[in-house]
């Protein structure tokens, strides 16, 4: 009899210990990181990063397959060691060759990214991202690099463009605590493809695979789908659009959209659009990168 207690007493201790070492684990594991974002002119998100001792604002491009990339007057005088050159393209399908560096730790609030890769850019090569531009002289400057979807896919992060807040986090716990409670948000699965995260959307002229992109200010389909049966009178930018009076994923419908048409890159092809900021300012969404979900607040 006291063999059998004393086994008990062993294993009632090891269970506690497995639950103990469990919940240690997760804790270090867990992070909530929030910090304000502000908009450039075109209503792309940027946040500032911390590189060694100084800061630059930085905007979120989920639609770049790219870690960190900076513009050349900033990036020549950080410590950094040099990488092979980075190759990547543009919608239109210009390709760039650029000079790339291991970065020791960059930061975004308390949240730290080690060895990241930072690639140097040039003034040129962003204006060739433009579709249009209404810059003055007396605007204040843009952001001088971008964050892209290499690096933010290393966490799951909430973008709540309303209340101009990113919180890099993986737990549903202090996200309600903040007042997003994930479980009543529509959970919409994605594909996660060298081109970036795909959602299916479903329009007026049927339903499309479009690039997650918080890098593009527009919703965008090729102009090969632009209907034959539809006046292209209605321009704005120079560029054919339409409004879409259903707007849907998942079932769930968000109403009208404007949907502009432009030429981009066959190597583009397999997708057939971009979703911009034109509809993710509007609803807060959560990404999960680990089990590649996507809660989008429900209109």
Same mark, same amino acid.
């Given at each position: 009899?006291?063999?059998?207690?004393?086994?008990?007493?062993?294993?009632?201790?090891?269970?506690?210990?497995?639950?103990?070492?469990?919940?240690?684990?997760?804790? %270090?594991?867990?992070?909530?990181?929030?910090?304000?974002?502000?908009?450039?002119?075109?209503?792309?998100?940027? +946040?500032?990063?911390?590189?060694?001792?100084?800061?630059?604002?930085?905007?979120?491009?989920?639609?770049?397959?790219?870690?960190?990339?900076?513009?050349?007057?900033?990036?020549?005088?950080?410590?950094?060691?040099?990488?092979?050159?980075?190759?990547?393209?543009?919608?239109?399908?210009?390709?760039?060759?650029?000079?790339?560096?291991?970065?020791?730790?960059?930061?975004?609030?308390?949240?730290?990214?080690?060895?990241?890769?930072?690639?140097? +850019?040039?003034? %040129?090569?962003?204006?060739?991202?433009?579709?249009?531009?209404?810059?003055?002289?007396?605007?204040?400057?843009?952001?001088?690099?971008?964050?892209?979807?290499?690096?933010?896919?290393? %966490?799951?992060?909430?973008?709540?463009?309303?209340?101009?807040?990113?919180?890099?986090?993986?737990?549903?716990?202090?996200?309600?605590?903040?007042?997003?409670?994930?479980?009543?948000?529509?959970?919409?699965?994605?594909?996660?493809?060298?081109?970036?995260?795909? +959602?299916?959307?479903?329009?007026?002229?049927? +339903?499309?695979?479009?690039?997650?992109?918080?890098?593009?200010?527009? %919703?965008?389909?090729?102009?090969?789908?632009?209907?034959?049966?539809?006046?292209?009178?209605?321009?704005?930018?120079?560029?054919? @659009?339409?409004?879409?009076?259903?707007?849907?994923?998942?079932?769930?419908?968000?109403?009208?959209?404007?949907?502009?048409?432009?030429?981009?890159?066959?190597? @583009?092809?397999?997708?057939?659009?971009?979703?911009?900021?034109?509809?993710?300012?509007?609803?807060?969404?959560?990404?999960?990168?680990?089990?590649?979900?996507?809660?989008?607040?429900?209109?």
């Amino acid at each position: 009899m006291s063999f059998v207690k004393t086994y008990w007493r062993y294993c009632s201790a090891f269970v506690i210990s497995f639950f103990c070492i469990a919940a240690l684990l997760q804790k %270090v594991n867990s992070y909530h990181v929030s910090v304000p974002v502000k908009f450039d002119l075109s209503r792309i998100p940027y +946040v500032d990063v911390s590189i060694q001792e100084s800061c630059y604002p930085m905007s979120l491009d989920l639609g770049s397959k790219l870690e960190l990339k900076l513009l050349s007057d900033h990036i020549r005088g950080l410590r950094k060691t040099s990488l092979e050159l980075q190759t990547y393209k543009n919608f239109r399908g210009i390709e760039y060759k650029r000079s790339a560096y291991c970065l020791e730790k960059a930061q975004i609030g308390s949240f730290v990214f080690n060895n990241s890769t930072i690639v140097e +850019v040039y003034p %040129v090569d962003e204006e060739a991202y433009l579709i249009y531009s209404n810059r003055s002289d007396k605007d204040p400057p843009d952001p001088v690099g971008t964050i892209g979807r290499g690096l933010l896919k290393k %966490v799951n992060l909430l973008l709540d463009s309303k209340n101009s807040k990113l919180i890099l986090s993986n737990s549903f716990f202090k996200l309600k605590q903040d007042g997003y409670d994930l479980r009543k948000y529509s959970k919409i699965p994605f594909e996660m493809t060298p081109k970036g995260i795909i +959602v299916n959307v479903s329009t007026d002229l049927g +339903v499309f695979k479009m690039l997650l992109d918080t890098g593009c200010t527009r %919703v965008i389909l090729h102009e090969s789908k632009y209907p034959g049966d539809i006046s292209k009178a209605e321009r704005q930018y120079n560029l054919p @659009i339409m409004q879409s009076k259903t707007f849907s994923i998942q079932g769930l419908d968000y109403g009208e959209m404007d949907i502009l048409f432009i030429k981009m890159t066959e190597e @583009i092809n397999d997708v057939d659009g971009i979703l911009g900021m034109d509809f993710i300012k509007n609803h807060v969404m959560y990404i999960d990168f680990t089990k590649q979900l996507i809660y989008i607040e429900k209109p």
